[in-house]
């Protein structure tokens, strides 16, 4: 199946002289969540920005589900919804008037149905004759996804699309993503909150300091660079490592209370049974054991450091 | 829809956008001017004009009408069509147009139809009230109304072009407050030029807005400072110098996109 999107060596140099993107490769495919993950600065907003026809890019091409976005930019722009990261919104206007504004502006005839049904279901059909300036922030982020839905695209962009909000809302949009996905609606979502892509992406990319440094399945790329760690809860604390098992490389922690032992999931020898064997062997005595798997977050953590370190 | 088709429905969605505020504001945008061009028919044609004599066989009261109308199409076609780009760009919903399938000659046909438009009503309106104290007559309504839709065309998109350029609310007033304005008052609103002596009369023929206010008061009385056709070639020569300057600003992305 052809990507829904295709970016295809595409840069960005302002006028500053800031090379916010380094060539970008990147095929989304058709249905999926993929989620965009970076620290602040590191080119999400400019690549989705020149995806949706905002800044426009120094070279490369992009294609929305086949239409190249500046010859092409009417049917490639009306397949494509933004949620902006800035509660950016005209302050008088009513929810109504401005939902069935962005309908129209996307080039779609009226349709008083869809547009309640939207409202409907971001839970906004009661605050339709409200003006945007009495709504919370919650609401207006609503707002903001109801006028990118309004025509009906068929991938939307969510940049940062929880930043600020509560629990609540934020589980709300989770939901509301899912359902949208569901639909067959293609998402990809920029985020600093890793638990937010853990959660939803089937696909996650990273890009730091305007390179992307990394594409892969959400699963693959746990399972990849995942590492686990053994923990020991010892019966008697220690003051030192003893040397029989110095090939372990193990970390005392909980002054002296517990041994950790970090090893890789996926290695055919992980190591554990033979350390288990010498611990017994040495009369270490322990009462209890566990071991966990190294989050996305850390993952996350570990690469922009190894490649903030590589460049530096 | 390809380029080549005409995107109606996101027009449309403009310039009712923009109508729908216009009507919110009824006090500003309608109001405010009617009632100020009142004024001046109390202050000018009431209280002066009764000691003053007829300008070019047109009683003076008259014949500061349409002087009157182009001041406030001027005036209103900038703060309309500057307006309606600027304040997009101010609270960020600029975001939505530039990602819409909408052709840059779509954006301006739909904001400086709307800004137009708004200033056409305007000056039917004045032409009204101004009918109330002064007696009007009208020679040759085809041009009047043909001078009235391209001057109000013209001066908005000159708005416009000001609302993409302006990066503050004091940008945005002071070319019409410091430029166009006293330019109008020079104009000959209230005089005609024949009447300056004349070195100051070279020097006016210099001031666009002679032209303009000269060929949309021939078209009620049949007089004019300069011909009417000069007129006309100066206020297409404007349209299509401010058209140009559009075409550029979007070719650029001139303050618009990075």
């Known amino acids: ?312 | 829809m390809n380029a080549l088709t005409f995107n109606r429905h996101s027009v449309w969605a403009i310039y009712k956008f923009e109508m729908a505020r216009a009507l919110r504001t009824i006090t500003q945008s309608i109001i405010t001017p009617v009632m100020t061009t009142s004024l001046y028919f109390v202050v000018f044609g009431a209280a002066i004009g009764s000691r003053m004599t007829q300008v070019d066989g047109v009683p003076y009261g008259s014949f500061i009408v349409p002087g009157l109308i182009m001041l406030s199409l001027f005036t209103q076609s900038i703060f309309n069509g500057s307006f309606g780009i600027y304040f997009p760009k101010f609270v960020g919903t600029i975001y939505e147009l530039l990602s819409a399938p909408i052709s840059y000659l779509e954006i301006v046909v739909a904001y400086v139809g709307a800004a137009a438009t708004k200033s056409i009503i305007l000056g039917l309106l004045i032409l009204t009230t101004a009918s109330l104290f002064v007696p009007i007559r009208i020679l040759h309504p085809e041009w009047m109304i043909a001078f009235l839709v391209l001057t109000s065309m013209t001066f908005s998109l000159f708005g416009f072009i000001l609302g993409i350029w302006a990066q503050g609310f004091e940008q945005l007033q002071m070319i019409p407050m410091l430029i166009v304005t006293p330019l109008t008052f020079l104009g000959g609103s209230f005089y005609s030029i024949s009447m300056l002596p004349p070195t100051w009369r070279t020097i006016a023929l210099f001031n666009p807005v002679v032209y303009l206010i000269s060929g949309f008061r021939w078209s009620f009385y049949g007089t004019s400072d300069v011909g009417v056709e000069i007129s006309l070639a100066a206020t297409l020569g404007f349209f299509i110098v401010c058209l140009l300057v559009v075409g550029w600003i979007f070719k650029t992305g001139y303050r618009l996109k990075s």
């Open chain 1, 1 to 312: 199946m052809p990507p829904i999107v295709s970016i295809k060596n595409v840069t960005k140099t302002y006028a500053s002289g800031l090379q916010a993107l380094k060539p970008i490769n990147l095929d989304i495919r058709k249905g999926e969540i993929f989620a965009l993950l970076g620290p602040n600065g590191a080119g999400k907003t400019t690549l989705i920005n020149i995806i949706c026809g905002i800044v426009t890019p120094s070279s490369g091409e992009i294609f929305a589900d086949g239409h190249e976005i500046q010859r092409d930019y009417r049917p490639a722009r009306a397949k494509i919804g933004l949620v902006p990261q800035e509660l950016t919104t005209d302050r008088f206007e009513t929810v109504w008037a401005t939902t069935t504004f962005s309908r129209g502006l996307f080039g779609r005839a009226p349709d008083k149905a869809y547009v309640e049904r939207i409202l409907r279901d971001l839970s906004l059909w009661d605050r339709r004759k409200d003006q945007l300036q009495t709504l919370s922030g919650g609401m207006k982020r609503r707002v903001m996804i109801a006028k990118a839905l309004s025509h009906e695209p068929t991938i939307l962009f969510l940049d940062e699309p929880t930043a600020g909000v509560d629990v609540e809302l934020r589980r709300d949009m989770w939901a509301l993503v899912r359902r949208l996905r569901d639909n067959g609606v293609t998402i990809i979502l920029t985020t600093h909150y890793i638990d937010e892509a853990e959660e939803m992406a089937d696909r996650i990319g990273v890009i730091n300091k305007g390179e992307l440094i990394l594409v892969e399945d959400k699963a693959t790329l746990i399972k990849k660079l995942g590492k686990k760690q053994l923990t020991l809860v010892l019966q008697e604390p220690m003051t030192e490592i003893p040397p029989e098992l110095g090939d372990w490389h193990l970390m005392l922690k909980a002054g002296g209370h517990e041994l950790e032992y970090t090893f890789d999931a996926n290695a055919e020898r992980t190591g554990v049974p033979s350390l288990l064997r010498r611990i017994t062997d040495i009369g270490v005595g322990f009462k209890d054991l566990n071991t966990t798997q190294s989050s996305l977050e850390d993952i996350f953590v570990s690469l922009v450091t190894e490649r903030t370190g590589a460049t530096a």
